[in-house]
């Protein structure tokens, strides 16, 4: 590693693998600090026994990809890897409705219009499809009867996956084989058919010169002392246990929602001009989990939700409801995880004493509390048989706080899910619709289990877009209020709730962001 470089690039997921590539492309010099390992095809967890140690944890598992985070009102789980969240989510491709827009907390310069132009830029590199008709899968089937009898459309997603034969990748030259209908989407593909972020933009931008630190997590952030000086990172390397520093006149934060916020909250003494609004707008992007057990019904039953990709199809219910389902699937070696989350005691007993100790430590404001490995050994139990699992995704009220705690000072969220009772409201009714026209049991899940009052694998706000400092960090293109030369591209700018799976408009933004950030740069060598 330098000790300087034109750009730092804190983290390589949607925000980070972005920006370091379109910088990479200007021929600028770019470091990019992840906290996560490197993950090949053979990497990747294929059964329940070693989803313990895929658990992310800085000191006693650093290799993980799975950081589950325990807070007091929430729980939250995030990618950890080169590659970010891309390589745990479930591919989901949509852009953002027209009139999330409309919400006078977003920038007025930031539209569906606007954003046109980058949400088909990221598609030349993750290359969404709807899956294939041919053959056509038990799940799809599935879905799309009860969605009928349901009385609603059903639609086919747009993922970032690669159906057909092995190919070089078109936008990076790696190689990747086509989809084989393992569905394990959200526990890693071993054959790369993902388009993710660690085998597009990041494979692109090292081409380009890029260098990337797997392993290296960010704490420390030194604002320039005085003009031309660099931003200055401290970083501890976690395989070797050391620690270390590099500079560069621009810095790029993009650990995602929760890391980049818990970074400049943990650094605010040193950012004295950061808005007030640091750590609001924080929004779990409506996430619920819903089973249809045991479905019934011809043409829904045998559905198969493990053979294909994890998702495959939606209900959009945004104009009625402020809400859209998706289909879920998991590996049969993985289906107990749904058992967790419904609360069946499947941990063992040191791994019930322990979460349960990191709740009580959470609630009285020793919060951010990881899991590790030792947390959640699990014991096998019989399988749930033939049901249905549906995503549920809406409008949140956006309306969490990330905070420190007052005493102890450790990372929090509190989010009130009272505010956002509406909504939840309305998709419990709507499953249970669902799986009334499917013959089966409806189970809708707000709480997680073991895991904390409310969980979400979407995250979003901390350093909302704002064109006025006072209600947001960072300004339509991500620049934070008040510092030359900062920027935040990742969920964390996010200021509502998106009402669908928010990648596509996260890459859309960071996007958009980076291209700003260029021709500002353009602009001023041209002074």
């Not at 056509?136 to 879905?143: D, G, I, M, R, S």
């Amino acid at each position: 590693m330098e000790r300087a470089y034109d750009a730092i690039v804190v983290g390589s997921g949607f925000g980070g693998g972005i920006a370091a590539c379109r910088l990479a492309e200007q021929g600028l010099s770019v470091c990019v600090l992840e906290r996560g390992r490197r993950f090949g095809p053979g990497d990747y967890p294929d059964r329940l026994a070693q989803f313990p140690h895929a658990l992310w944890h800085a000191r006693r598992n650093p290799g993980g990809m799975f950081d589950v985070r325990i807070m007091r009102d929430v729980a939250v789980v995030t990618g950890a890897g080169v590659g970010g969240g891309s390589l745990v989510y479930a591919n989901v491709q949509l852009r953002a409705p027209d009139e999330i827009f409309d919400d006078p907390a977003w920038p007025a310069a930031i539209d569906g219009r606007e954003l046109d132009r980058f949400y088909a830029r990221t598609e030349e590199a993750l290359d969404p499809r709807t899956t294939p008709r041919t053959p056509l899968l038990p799940k799809v089937t599935a879905f799309e009867t009860m969605a009928r009898a349901a009385g609603r459309e059903p639609l086919p997603l747009p993922i970032a996956v690669h159906f057909g034969p092995d190919r070089h990748h078109p936008f990076s030259g790696v190689f990747q084989q086509g989809c084989d209908n393992l569905g394990r989407c959200d526990v890693g593909c071993p054959r790369m058919s993902k388009n993710t972020i660690d085998i597009t933009y990041i494979a692109r931008a090292e081409t380009l010169g890029a260098e990337v630190y797997p392993l290296h997590e960010v704490h420390d952030i030194h604002p320039p002392g005085r003009d031309g000086d660099p931003w200055r990172v401290g970083f501890r390397d976690l395989q070797y246990k050391t620690k270390g520093e590099v500079g560069a006149p621009l810095l790029v934060l993009a650990a995602g929602t929760v890391g980049t916020t818990r970074l400049l909250l943990e650094n605010r003494r040193r950012l004295p001009r950061l808005s007030r609004a640091l750590g609001s707008r924080y929004s779990g992007n409506g996430d619920a989990l819903a089973l249809a057990l045991n479905p019934t019904a011809d043409g829904v039953k045998g559905a198969r939700t493990e053979f294909g990709p994890v998702m495959t199809s939606r209900i959009e219910e945004l104009a009625e409801r402020g809400l859209m389902i998706g289909d879920g699937g998991l590996p049969r070696s993985f289906d107990d995880v749904l058992e967790v989350l419904r609360g069946v005691r499947l941990l063992t007993g040191l791994g019930r004493i322990r979460v349960g100790m990191k709740n009580v430590a959470s609630n009285l404001g020793l919060s951010d509390r990881a899991l590790a490995p030792a947390d959640m050994r699990v014991k096998r139990r019989t399988p749930i048989g033939d049901s249905l699992i549906f995503l549920c995704i809406g409008r949140d009220a956006a309306d969490g706080e990330m905070r420190l705690t007052p005493v102890f000072r450790q990372f929090d969220i509190r989010f009130d899910r009272a505010r956002s009772a509406a909504l939840f409201d309305r998709m419990r009714e709507t499953v249970t619709e669902l799986c009334r026209a499917a013959g089966a049991t409806a189970f809708f899940a707000l709480d997680a289990g073991p895991l904390g009052n409310y969980i979400t694998v979407h995250p979003l706000g901390g350093c909302p877009m704002s064109d006025d400092p006072a209600t947001g960090v960072v300004d339509d293109a991500g620049k934070v209020h008040g510092y030359d030369g900062l920027y935040v591209l990742d969920g964390a700018i996010v200021p509502t709730a998106i009402g669908v799976n928010p990648s596509k408009t996260i890459a859309a933004l960071a996007e958009r962001g980076v291209e700003k950030l260029l021709e500002e740069r353009g602009r001023a060598a041209g002074r």
